[in-house]
């Protein structure tokens, strides 16, 4: 069993910058996969970004490319995902979720743990 707990949501001003953070628990987390995937209301879960658990492999959905940056730190058991020239489009409920093995999880069936969520609110 693995438990994420998201952390670092909050309300920005397009053009603005977000840090967040998911703390793992249980489990070996250096044999997870990670990814991020966000919620807007009235929307579909989608993916954010995705790395593999050797740091060497990242994915990103097209509409956060250049902008967003995954990275993880498997000494502190954690994956962050830092949000650059945010948009009102990126509000939405992010989570952070953990696949078992070595590729990146880019599809919601492929997660085997996710978080509670949070909240990320860019105003225009």
């Known amino acids: 069993q693995v438990q994420l707990v998201e952390s670092g949501g909050g309300l920005v001003q397009a053009g603005g910058s977000l840090r967040l953070s998911c703390a793992a628990s249980g489990r070996t987390f250096s044999s997870f996969a990670m990814g991020w995937f966000r919620q807007a209301p009235g929307k579909e879960r989608e993916f954010v970004a995705a790395?593999?658990?050797?740091?060497?492999?990242?994915f990103y959905a097209d509409s956060v490319k250049g902008r967003f940056t995954i990275s993880r730190d498997n000494t502190k058991n954690s994956v962050y995902l830092q949000m650059n020239s945010l948009k009102p489009e990126d509000t939405a409920v992010y989570y952070c979720?953990?696949?078992?093995?070595?590729?990146?999880?880019?599809?919601?069936?492929?997660?085997?743990?996710w978080g509670q969520g949070t909240q990320v609110t860019v105003s225009s």
């Open positions: 790395i593999s658990w050797t740091n060497k492999s990242t």
């Open positions: 979720a953990a696949r078992r093995g070595i590729t990146p999880p880019v599809r919601q069936y492929e997660c085997d743990y």
